[in-house]
């Protein structure tokens, strides 16, 4: 709304300029232009067409006459545009009137432009491909609609233009160049910024609508010349067709949207039903704490007494019951990996061109499901890896072709099930890790002495190291200081592990291995006198009763426990959280050996008590600066569990060595 | 002049209606408080409480409220009383207060739960000055009821506030 006033405020400036400039106006006719011009873009922004057809007839007028009377002639066209200002209410405000339609259209955009995306790239692939034009070719005509019923005029014009394009290709009067789809894309962004624009309007944030590309209708309307071998004798009746159908007009296709696009959306209303993920979390929680209500009441002892077979066959009923529910309420979580997947093909496709590497990307297990947020959080660090590969693991044609492989590289996305995890797959054909260049630059970077024996492993693990990029140059598509170990941070936030493995001349790949879910841990419940803490089971190695030569102290402060070889640094639990435990004898207790950013370390506890699938809640901002602790959890007995937060309670004995 | 000083002296001075209604009242000690209803969840026995580590000593630590994880402090450590043992009058008052990030439900330790009661503009007084240190900005006044006094907190300062700022101040 502001922006709208300002719009009006910059009218009457103009207005109060032409008074005081007089007849001088004439010689500065291109700054009065680029002033109404201004004033154009801004109405287009706020979706007063009414003002920028306005400015535009404005700007042609005085182009044409300006030699006449100028002074006339702007006067003119100014009131017309204040009245235009004046009439005309702004988008923004009948959309406030509704911002729940405008958020589902947001939603639904966003699903229609991701899907086309990956329909373009098909089509790009095999232009022949009549399914995928059609595919793009209706979900264009769908935004239109929709676009069209919340009078949203740019996107209707864009989504149109586009449109009446892929009207003539559908009509095989042209075949769909890399170029054109070029074009296409870029439209495609153009919409999905609008529509950043229009969630930001809608939370009351700050936000200026993307700048209106005026080149980029003309690009639109231009790609049926784009074509490329089509044959010569159809080239005049092709010339003929886009002459006649020109650049369409808006008003003659409006009619036609209703049917079609109103029938789509019922048919996809009908497969899924929209659900605040709040809601839905707070279903998978209750489900969670079902199953833990249900094990306390089997357990509980007063039933054990009772032997009756009906009990006991209706208990068993209940528990199946309990445990389907908290099955279904966990996979209502989860999406599949395949739209993240797609976006991934684009980013491919982009910067295989930008770097002049053909690359074909492949995915394997689209339909693969994982829990909505770790999908969500994953496109960072996967994007960065994708860029990585592009950027340094492809050699280019000439030198993959001095190495006797196919010119195009061949890039592998893979999502797959394996022993309770997903694992994703990233791996590229190309020169793979040079672990001399990555053992010189580790040295030089002080993160090893040189003098250790590494495995080749090992060296490869030296990527995920902090402070390390090997980008000989910096690029602007990666070596940007965000290295690999910040990719590492990310999937451990999300309790996965990235693994590297490469082969010389042959290629890298990178392993992802993730939990299907965030909402559920393995946990490993450990004793510490009388209080009970919970490790997670992803970061455990192994676990060991130590013996008396098994620990060293250090200065008699810091301790050190030998594990297979290697000195490993102990954490006594007790101490760190100040509780007295059964015996100070470490032999009497057991050792637990974790790893968190390839850092190894003991942890002390007293005794084991047993393993647990448990719901992770937070424990609220009161206890949010609780070093060590990551959260709360229900333990079997109703009792709350506090599960260690591994990495704080490491890094924080670190920094209380250095006092 | 009058309403200068007024607006100098912030809280409870103006609020005479608005802190009318019913309270909850407690003991503690040998003093009796009161805190509005309205920010009452639910009233417990005492039962097995999770310590938190590297928390102030009120803080005892977590319960388990039906699958909720809510946090519970010690009122009479938190106002600088002497610890006592819990008995079977010793409660667990559910409270819901106004945190960072919306509301979230906290529990305080009482030494038990005396009764609700409605309190008219009339029965509240603002508190007497005593100087800073030992009103803090909780109090909302006191009330006299059948010759009793009875103080009112307002949970929310008393929680969040002070508790946050202390956890952060113990942190740094």
Redesign the interface.
Known sequence: MPRYVELQQRVEDLALRLVLAGTDSRENVDNWIEAIGAIHNGAVCEGATEAADAATALIATIQEGGATDPARILQDGISRLQQALGVHQPAEASLAQDPELLSDFILETREHLASLESQLLVLERDPSNVEALHAIFRSFHTVKGLAGFLELREIQKVAHEVESVLDLARNLRFTVSPEAIDVILLSGDYLKGWLDHLESVLQKQPSRCPDPDPNLLARIAAIPSLQLATPPGSLGSLAAAVEQKGRPQLTEAQPSLPSETAGEIRRAEAKAVKVDTAKLDYLV??A??MV?AETLVRHDPELAKVKSPRLQRNLGQLTRITGELQRTAMAMRLVPIGPLFRRMARLVRDLSRQFGKPVTMETEGDEIELDRTIVEELADPLMHMVRNSMDHGFEHPDAREAAGKPLAGRLLLKAQHLAGQVVIELSDDGRGLNREKILAKAVEKGLISGEENLSENEISELIFKPGFSTAAQVTDVSGRGVGMDVVRRHIEKLRGRIEVRSVTGQGTTFLLKLPLTLAIIDGLVVGVGA?RYIVPLFSIHEIFRPKADTIWTVQERAEMALVRGSLVPVLRLYR????VPRSEDPTEGVLVLAEVESQRFCLLVDELIGKQEIVI?????????????A??A?LGD?????ILDLDRLFRDKTGDAAH | MPSIVAESQPAPVTLGDARSGKYLTFQLGREEFGIRVLKVREIMGILEITAVPQTPSHVKGVVNLRGKVVPVIDLRLKFGLPAAEYTQRTCIIVTQINGESGNILMGVIVDGVSEVLSLTPSDIEDTPDFGEEITGNYLLGLAKVKGKVKILLDIDRVLSAQDLHHLKSMLQ
């Open positions: 929680d209750m969670g704490e833990i209080e760190k959280f100040g509780v809640k937070s424990l609220g901002e009161t206890f949010a600066g609780a070093v060590g602790i959260g709360g229900i109703g009792r709350v569990g506090l």
